[in-house]
């Protein structure tokens, strides 16, 4: 049976039942409570609390191994999406990744880096600029 939304707050809530008031105001929108834990995550490991934030990377894999579409995409493009590995702590976060989430964060980070990439041709060519003060009429020869 495949997870649901549902199934992700509760895992989230009975794991760390002190992100109620963070969950409870995203108004029931996953990717919003995605988002609420990925900054949880990132929190852990900001303040170099690694043990937590291998916790929380256990229970996305758990979650998203048999998640529904919906919930997979939540927590490919609203969790694992924010999730980084600059810095000091950077290498060993990366290595407390499951290695299905690495992927899935790879996947997510490729998919980025091609949509953010300027184009290499311009698709329509650019027009000459009608030269200031030349009456309306005129500007269409």
Known sequence: ???THQDFVAAVL???PELRDDLE???G???LEAEEFAAFTQAAKGRGDLATYGTCLKLVERVFAQADAGLAGALRHSYLEHL???GSRGPAAWQLV???LQSAWNQVAA???RLMALPQTRTKPKQPR???GTPRRDRRR
């Open 25 to 27: 105001g995203c108004h």
């Open 84 to 86: 980084d590995f600059e």
């Open 130 to 132: 009608p030269k200031r």
């Open 98 to 100: 499951p290695p299905k």
């Open 14 to 16: 009975g794991e760390f």
């Open 29 to 31: 929108l996953l990717h």
């Open 1 to 3: 049976m495949a997870h």
């Open 111 to 113: 998919e980025n880096r």
